[in-house]
């Protein structure tokens, strides 16, 4: 077997898929601003170009929106509960500073998109086999379940994984503590949730209805939120809910 | 429940019975002379050893020969020149090559069903379809290799897919010959695409085989995620024979189908053997007549 050395200090791609647990902690804790520049590139790389991917089911300008705002979600989310972050780790028994749960944080972002940039050639091949989204076409139905499928089965892919490896760091900075690293990665999981949904909310559309005209917000952006329109689904489909 | 199972507590020597009479220590050397020495463990026998060690992985690899030579007899040696790092570029740009030459002759191979157009169109098709396939699918092995553990680089998983498409390859250049004969006696569309796909899957599988081997070198702690990415593949491999159609039957007017006319593998397969169930009689009648 090949061993590999790996520089402890600099930011890098291979050590962070590979959940290099010692690697990632020496980031963590020698957090600089080269490596929260390299995270945010691979965001915006990784992120966009899967946003991109799937805008472009609908036209080129979608695709372009789409690119510029699956990583604004990622990076907003990040920054905007970078406080709660922060004072969560303490309350719940890690003792990590607040640029440390920032860095944390921001690191399983940057892994998630690394995935998704992975997957964005394969998600543009699919829109390239997919019929084009017309008005009123009986085909876009099982297009758009495909499309959407396929969304969720990689994003919870990127998702699962990037949580995987965010919790064994936790463990790790969290001195083997497993009950620790669990609580908190669950408690980062609620906020960052409530946060993102909300944020992806505002950003729709991504893919965007082929009867709505392309635009970067919708008039309607700021009325509502997600989970009032969840419950009005669920409302929809069952009355009595 | 029989005292006697028990283990001693730690650091008491058991009580011996007034009765029990004291054994001689045997000395160690009657133990060696009587015994036989023990045969080696099975798993030492055939541990894998590490990359370099035999000389024959060191031979230089030289040349679109030396490259065949290697994929298919030195697997090895390819991966530990993938390693080495050096010259990497001219390794990888050679196993791709192969790669594209040889699936360029078996795309002649399909192309001579339907002849005319065909000849020129479908290899042109089948290699483009392969490159953008290893195109697309790179990025995904390489996160799939890394999140099990490999310390690849891009270049070593670019190395080690074109490896893998270059022993593909060449069995599918092994298998021409068969398709060729079946091209010329057969008129069935839907036959010709089955044959085919199966010696792609069989292709496929040794081709896998050798992208396994080269990851356990480079540090693959689990292959449950090379095995989804084969999957990935093969679905990616099966929809380019798709949306690059028509490969077997006759050339339709243009190289690509018309924009509006997207299908699913399947719904195209489908739709193929239901067209060729539909001339069946007909072919029938003609083969009857020839005997």
Redesign the interface.
């Known amino acids: 077997?090949?061993?590999?050395q790996t520089d402890p200090v600099t930011f890098s791609?291979?050590p962070l898929?590979?959940?290099e647990a010692e690697v990632i902690a020496g980031w963590i804790t020698r957090w600089t601003a080269g490596h929260t520049l390299r995270q945010v590139a691979l965001i915006a790389t990784g992120a966009g170009a899967f946003g991109a991917a799937m805008g472009s089911w609908r036209a080129p300008e979608q695709a372009a929106f789409a690119a510029v705002k699956l990583p604004l979600i990622l990076l907003a989310t990040a920054a905007g509960n970078a406080l709660l972050n922060g004072l969560l780790a303490p309350l719940l028994g890690l003792n990590l500073r607040l640029r440390e749960a920032f860095a944390a944080v921001l690191m399983s972002f940057a892994l998630a998109a690394?995935?998704l940039?992975?997957?964005?050639?394969?998600m543009?091949?699919l829109v390239?086999?997919?019929?084009?989204l017309t008005p009123g076409a009986a085909e876009n139905v099982t297009?758009y379940s495909?499309m959407l499928l396929t969304l969720v089965a990689v994003i919870a892919f990127a998702g699962v994984?990037a949580n995987v490896r965010l919790l064994q760091l936790l463990h790790r900075l969290a001195g083997g503590a497993r009950g620790t690293a669990a609580r908190l990665l669950l408690a980062w999981l609620a906020v960052n949730l409530l946060l993102g949904s909300q944020l992806s909310w505002i950003l729709r559309p991504f893919i965007g209805s082929p009867g709505l005209p392309v635009e970067f917000l919708r008039a309607e952006a700021w009325h509502g939120n997600f989970f009032e329109s969840l419950l009005n689904t669920l409302r929809q489909l069952w009355p009595e809910f | 429940m029989n005292e006697s199972n028990l283990n001693p507590p730690p650091g008491a020597a058991p009580e011996r019975s007034p009765s029990q009479p004291v054994l001689p220590t045997l000395p160690a050397a009657v133990f060696a002379d009587t015994l036989p020495a023990p045969p080696p463990l099975p798993a030492a026998a055939h541990a894998e050893r590490?990359?370099g060690e035999d000389p024959g992985d060191r031979v230089p690899i030289r040349g679109a020969l030396g490259v065949i030579e290697a994929v298919l007899r030195h697997p090895r040696r390819v991966v530990f020149h993938l390693?080495q790092g050096s010259d990497i570029s001219r390794l990888v740009g050679l196993l791709l090559l192969v790669a594209l030459g040889f699936v360029a002759v078996y795309g002649a191979i399909v192309g001579s069903f339907s002849g005319g157009e065909q000849w020129w169109a479908a290899p042109l098709k089948i290699t483009a379809g392969l490159a953008v396939t290893a195109?697309?699918?790179l990025?995904?092995l390489?996160?799939f290799a890394?999140?099990s553990?490999?310390?690849a680089?891009l270049g070593e998983v670019a190395g080690a897919l074109g490896g893998a498409l270059a022993l593909a390859t060449l069995l599918l250049i092994g298998f021409a010959p068969v398709a060729w004969l079946f091209s010329q006696s057969t008129s069935s569309v839907a036959f010709m695409g089955a044959l085919h796909l199966g010696f792609w899957l069989v292709a496929t599988g040794f081709g896998v085989r050798f992208l396994k081997t080269a990851f356990?070198?480079?540090?693959l702690r689990s292959e449950s995620g090379l095995n989804v990415w084969v999957v990935?593949f093969l679905l990616?491999s099966l929809?380019m024979t798709?949306?690059l159609r028509p490969l077997v039957g006759p050339f339709d007017q243009t190289l690509l189908p018309p924009?509006?006319e997207?299908?699913?593998f399947l719904a195209h397969w489908m739709d193929s053997m239901e067209a060729d169930g539909r001339k069946a009689p007909a072919r029938g009648a003609a083969a009857n007549r020839g005997d």
Request: aromatic content about 10%.
């Open positions: 077997m090949i061993s590999t791609l291979g898929l590979r959940g690394a995935i940039g992975a997957f964005s050639p394969l543009a091949f390239w086999n997919l019929p084009p297009a495909v994984t | 590490s990359l390693n195109g697309i699918c990025p995904s390489y996160i890394c999140l553990g490999s310390a680089r356990r070198h480079f540090g990935i990616v929809q798709t949306a924009a509006g997207k299908k699913f």
